[in-house]
């Protein structure tokens, strides 16, 4: 039974989602001020802040097993630094394949100074909007993880949405380790929204 107070929570969370992405909406021009209001509303009564993605490869483990997961990913209306945190899993564009997806947990944002192993390369800052992803599996060398390591800083833009849970089988599930900040903040969202049940169905394995 989810509480009086958790809702109220899960609410908020709804409302500020909604706010944000129909200004990103009238900021692009796509709705004129006099439809704001409908827009804001449309949001908070349809959908979900959440939606399930299937994952596979070993690069996130041990968070998410070789054999894959089925994750229930928190949306966001931008990427910014008040809303992701390094210390978080995110669901981003893949930035060498743009139809493709890729789990990787954030290690750094702008203004981050970055300084490599090898002695040759130089350290440098990352730029505003700029961010450094890794992938959880220490055992994987840099190609073989397909990271910042690789293919270096990417944008904010690229993130679409934070990852708070993962199924690997009926009876290995649970949270997702992200930021402390962010914990508390998608605890409501993963109480009012979470459907084991659901994500078992959609599970490939």
Not at 90 to 114: C, H, Q, T, W
Not at 154 to 182: E, K, W
Request: with cysteine; aromatic share 8%.
């Amino acid at each position: 039974m989810v509480s009086v107070s958790t809702w109220f929570r899960y609410i908020a969370n709804k409302l500020d989602y909604s706010v944000s992405l129909s200004y990103k909406s009238y900021k692009g021009g796509l709705i004129n001020d006099k439809e704001v209001v409908d827009s804001v509303w449309k949001n908070l009564l349809q959908g979900k802040l959440t939606f399930l993605h299937w994952n596979k490869g070993q690069e996130m483990a041990p968070t998410i097993g070789d054999q894959g997961g089925t994750l229930l990913v928190r949306k966001l209306p931008s990427a910014d630094p008040m809303r992701v945190f390094v210390g978080d899993v995110v669901l981003l564009k893949d930035p060498e394949k743009s139809d493709n997806f890729l789990v990787r947990r954030l290690a750094a944002i702008e203004g981050y100074e970055m300084a490599s192993t090898d002695e040759k390369d130089e350290p440098f800052v990352l730029d505003k909007d700029e961010c450094w992803v890794l992938a959880d599996n220490e055992k994987l060398k840099a190609k073989e993880a397909n990271d910042s390591r690789k293919f270096g800083p990417i944008s904010m833009s690229n993130i679409v949405g934070r990852v708070i849970y993962c199924l690997q089988t009926a009876v290995d599930h649970g949270p997702v380790q992200n930021s402390h900040f962010s914990s508390r903040k998608d605890s409501p969202v993963l109480e009012v929204e979470l459907d084991v049940e659901e994500m078992a169905k959609h599970h490939k394995a």
